[in-house]
């Protein structure tokens, strides 16, 4: 007996992809239409054990014989238990809210599954990962954007051909980040891959770079104490002026800096780091810059907006991530490389500008471009996001986010009681309540999350705590704005008295 000859389903669903798909979109689609109307909390947290039983966990799991119907009614109690994207109050992390196109990619994944390290086992998927990181190498302005899209650029001539620009899509920026500074360990100290990491290696990067290039650094086997912290000013950004003292400090230690980070843009506050003068830094004294665009490297969409990205193209290494600001379902992050040679060195130990992808009879392996084996079709999300909205609908969703937080910054500077640590740079806003201190800043954040009425993130910048709103929703309004700052007025009275 196969599995779809199992009697416990009936004949309607078994083997039946469309008549499971059919129950799952509808609750899916009431799901949201409840979600964008705002009338249901954006979360909610009942405690592991009451809601391993609301969803019958354990009798699922044990027993299995989950049939069309029963999976409807499981699915009510998930979906009401989970946190809502497209709800207006969702203003919290920096994740998409997923545009269609992006979901459909998730279904075809999941159907055809071609877990494509190697060409063999999803050459349309290693085509289409392809093609979307030469669209974005172009938008970093590392390849002619006339070139057809999937196509390596040529070399220059009489370069080796490890010298062209190119990128692997990983799941999700941490690992993409993990990545960079592997390549930019193995361009420094290639033996290291062989015989271990020496012990005076260092990176330079932000105090507010995202958590990721600390634990890439110690990852790398370079321990925490090779993480020399750029000192920053009250936004958050690294502050030109000392970045030659952070370096003296790694030097005077006796190490050697393998990478310089730079923001586009910072976690907490969303602001640039000054890119023109770190490069300038870089060039000078010979160092790997590696852009952490993360969550701002979108911003290339637009043409007012790039501007803050000025000499992101003089950096060796830059990571974006599309389920941040392109719409596209968690995960689907890019590391882009001026030199291809240099990712493929990532994970080996010869000359990094002399390798290239072992030849095979037909198409690409992206396998030694990555850590992971397999590897879900991501390229699939960006390009759908692409294909329907096309580059301009992507970027003018990107300029009304930025846009709004700089709307919602103004108001919220503007009224009593309130205030705005720094003009928004990107879709993320910081505030305080100001007659709270830090711990009640934390006390108020944490009421509206379990209120549930608004879910909102905090983050300590500039040795205070302030309040946080990532605008990743473009239904998010000024209204939803004024009942979020009334409540934080009735929670911090209440506190007060
Ligand atoms: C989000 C973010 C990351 C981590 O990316 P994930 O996809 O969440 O792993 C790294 N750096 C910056 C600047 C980010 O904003």
Redesign the pocket.
Known sequence: MTINDDPRFSPRERGSLRALGEEVLAQLEQHLELSRAGTVPVLRQRPVGELLTALDADRWIRQGGMDGDALGRFLQTYLAESTRLQHPAYMGH??AVPLPPSAMADLVHGTLNNGMAIYEMGASATVLELAVLDWMLGKVGWRDEGLPYGEPSPAAPGAAAGSRPGGVLT???????LTALLAARAKACPEAWVRGVPRDLAVLAPAT?????ARAVSILGLGSEALFSMPVDGCGRVDPSLIEEAYEDAVGAGRRVIAVVA?????PAGVYDPLPAIADFCEEHQLWLHV?????ASALLSPIERLRLTGIERAQSV?W?A??LLGTS??C?AVLVREVGDLLGAFRQQASYLVEEAPREVGVDLLGRAVECTKASLGLKLFLNLAVYGEAGLARQVEELHAKARSFARIIAERPGFAVLCTPEANIVCFRVLMLDDAAQARLRADLVRQGDFYITQADVGGRRWLRLVLMNPLTDEAVLEQLLRACESIAANSRG
């Open positions: 920096q994740v799941h999700g920026g941490s690992l993409a980040n770079s995202h958590y990721s290039i923001n586009a843009v910072s976690t952490d665009g993360a969550h701002g990571v991530d389920h941040k968690t995960l992050a």
